[in-house]
């Protein structure tokens, strides 16, 4: 387990009121600082922990909302949803890999349901969709 000396904490975890991913994440982080970590959790709803935020971001060039977990010290960072062991290893210092994309964007949705000649290219086109992006989880 890593535990930070007394000097001043590099691992900030962002996050914001009515985050439905921080609600998830608050419990780990409090029992990864219950085991000895030492993660800063601040709301950006406060004007400094705003500033704070902008700067790393600027600082690393990232851009991410809340969840954002973020080492201020080399901008190792988790943006968005997270497991505990995925918290766990960026607390660690590890680097996280990036979640997998798609290679392009989705088909859009046909304009009328009801037309079934759109219905059908929309299927069509998501198939091709789907199969060129089955590295995609849960498609």
Known sequence: MSKKSKKKSTLYYFQSVGCAFCKRIDPI???????????????LSEKDNQGLHREIENKYDLRCGTPFLVDGSNGKNICGQATEEMIKKWADGEEIPKPPQPKSPAPPLPQNFDDEKSVNKFKEDYDKWAEENKHLPNL
Do not use: P, T
């Not at 085991?35 to 709301?43: A, K, Q």
């Open 29 to 43: 982080v409090e029992k990864l600082n219950s085991e000895g970590y030492d993660i800063l959790r601040l709301d």
